[in-house]
């Protein structure tokens, strides 16, 4: 046994999992390469080594938890991780130039992909489980959640910024008797957005939330913040504050984090969120000060463990279909990671979902919080 192997053992035993263990959340190296690999890249080494078979787990998501309630991630720490962080201190990677770039990174992947792992309204959030045993009623009742939050009325008019294929849009629009402008940045999210909302009262922009304009009676942004970028929170809230009528609400829907960072972690950065970053309270509550009235805070950051497992169960499900439209193993090993590492994060409550309701000056009364 080489040293690089002696370490990562020994790191390993402190979150009480074993190389070649018999329990579920035991790493299985299939190759020794995965020593060294993780040893030299931390935390991206170790994705990747997933990503190229040379090691397996059967419960990825609670090898992950155990891995974060130990904080193993930060004992490797090579000089390339750095690299993320040193990019947000020193560049706006959120700047409007770049703007489309996550779409068509991400977003883009292909609304087969999307459409095979998602609900029926491909809603691409945390459901809402309370009363949820699974994954249409969860999206369902968390649409619903946010509508309510709102104080949907008949005939208001509403922004959705970031607004994926159009589900709240939809919703809102049908139940509700509201009209809706959604903008998103991803062209393959536009196109079959509005084939999905045609008929409804439902407009659906290629537009970045800088060029926003008109006045709304509400708005809502679910699972766009992690793009926008600490350098423009500040940008943001303002021209939220600035599209609302004197006595809109707006909804701000966001995984959070605790630890104060300006990156996702490196892994995601490179492979699935290029420029994402989870904003803490305090950077949350900085930029909005002075600026709108936080008039309700919701974590259910519990809820995202079951959605992404979902998520991951309908992959499966529809594998040999993604195989065939050209998502190979190599991507399936990727999203796996991705998915399961992922609710193994909200699981160990490293990573929360909130819903943050604003107010432009203030309610009269004040603003009943609604589970």
Same mark, same amino acid.
């Given at each position: 046994?080489?040293k690089?192997? $002696?370490?990562?053992? !020994?790191?390993l035993?402190?979150?009480?999992? *074993?190389?070649?263990?018999?329990?579920?959340?035991? =790493?299985?190296?299939?190759?020794?390469?995965?020593?060294q690999?993780?040893?030299?890249?931390?935390?991206?080494?170790?994705?990747?080594?997933?990503?190229?078979g040379?090691?397996?787990? !059967?419960a990825?998501?609670?090898? =992950?938890?155990?891995?974060?309630r130990?904080?193993?991630?930060?004992?490797?720490?090579?000089?390339s991780?750095?690299?993320?962080?040193?990019?947000?201190?020193?560049?706006?990677? $959120?700047?409007?130039?770049?703007?489309?770039?996550?779409?068509?990174?991400?977003?883009?992947?292909?609304?087969?992909?999307?459409?095979?792992?998602?609900? *029926?309204?491909?809603?691409?959030?945390?459901?809402?489980?309370?009363?949820?045993?699974?994954?249409?009623?969860? $999206?369902?009742?968390?649409?619903?959640?946010?509508?309510?939050?709102?104080?949907?009325?008949?005939?208001?008019r509403?922004?959705?910024?970031?607004?994926g294929?159009?589900?709240?849009?939809?919703?809102?629009?049908?139940?509700?008797?509201?009209?809706?402008?959604?903008?998103?940045?991803?062209?393959?999210?536009?196109?079959?957005?509005?084939?999905?909302? *045609?008929?409804?009262?439902?407009?659906?922009?290629?537009?970045?939330?800088?060029?926003?304009?008109?006045?709304?009676?509400?708005?809502?942004?679910?699972?766009?913040?992690?793009?926008?970028?600490? !350098?423009?929170?500040?940008?943001?809230? !303002?021209?939220?504050?600035?599209?609302?009528?004197y006595?809109?609400?707006?909804?701000?829907?966001? =995984?959070?984090?605790?630890?104060?960072?300006?990156?996702v972690? #490196?892994?995601?950065?490179?492979?699935?969120? #290029?420029?994402?970053?989870?904003?803490?309270?305090?950077?949350?509550?900085?930029?909005?000060?002075?600026v709108?009235?936080?008039?309700?805070?919701?974590?259910?950051?519990?809820?995202?463990?079951?959605?992404?497992?979902?998520?991951?169960?309908?992959?499966?499900?529809?594998?040999?279909?993604?195989?065939?439209?050209?998502?190979?193993?190599?991507?399936?090993?990727?999203?796996?990671?991705?998915?399961?590492?992922?609710a193994?994060?909200?699981?160990a409550?490293?990573?929360?979902?909130?819903q =943050?309701?604003?107010s *432009?000056?203030?309610?009269d009364?004040?603003?009943?919080?609604?589970?």
């Amino acid at each position: 046994m080489d040293k690089a192997e $002696q370490t990562i053992r !020994k790191l390993l035993a402190l979150a009480d999992i *074993k190389v070649d263990g018999d329990r579920p959340f035991d =790493i299985q190296v299939n190759d020794g390469e995965f020593y060294q690999r993780v040893l030299r890249d931390g935390v991206v080494g170790f994705g990747e080594a997933y990503m190229a078979g040379l090691w397996d787990c !059967k419960a990825l998501d609670e090898l =992950i938890d155990r891995v974060l309630r130990a904080d193993l991630e930060h004992a490797i720490s090579p000089l390339s991780m750095l690299l993320p962080v040193l990019k947000a201190k020193l560049v706006n990677r $959120q700047s409007s130039a770049r703007a489309f770039d996550i779409g068509e990174y991400h977003y883009d992947l292909g609304n087969e992909l999307y459409r095979r792992m998602l609900d *029926k309204r491909m809603t691409y959030t945390c459901g809402y489980w309370q009363n949820a045993n699974d994954l249409d009623t969860a $999206q369902e009742a968390k649409l619903d959640l946010v509508c309510r939050k709102l104080a949907l009325q008949p005939g208001m008019r509403i922004l959705d910024i970031g607004c994926g294929w159009g589900s709240f849009a939809a919703f809102a629009a049908q139940g509700y008797d509201v009209r809706v402008v959604g903008v998103t940045v991803s062209r393959e999210q536009l196109e079959l957005g509005r084939e999905l909302c *045609k008929g409804l009262p439902v407009e659906l922009r290629l537009q970045d939330y800088r060029d926003m304009d008109g006045t709304f009676d509400r708005i809502v942004s679910l699972g766009m913040f992690e793009h926008v970028g600490v !350098k423009n929170y500040r940008t943001y809230m !303002k021209l939220v504050r600035d599209s609302l009528t004197y006595n809109g609400l707006f909804l701000l829907h966001t =995984i959070g984090t605790n630890t104060k960072k300006t990156s996702v972690d #490196p892994w995601t950065d490179k492979y699935i969120f #290029p420029g994402g970053m989870l904003p803490t309270p305090s950077q949350v509550c900085a930029a909005a000060e002075g600026v709108l009235v936080m008039e309700d805070w919701h974590n259910f950051g519990v809820d995202y463990d079951p959605t992404l497992r979902a998520w991951m169960a309908n992959v499966n499900d529809h594998r040999a279909e993604l195989r065939q439209l050209g998502y190979d193993e190599r991507f399936y090993r990727m999203w796996r990671f991705f998915l399961l590492s992922s609710a193994g994060a909200f699981r160990a409550r490293r990573n929360h979902l909130w819903q =943050i309701v604003y107010s *432009k000056s203030g309610l009269d009364g004040g603003y009943q919080g609604i589970r």
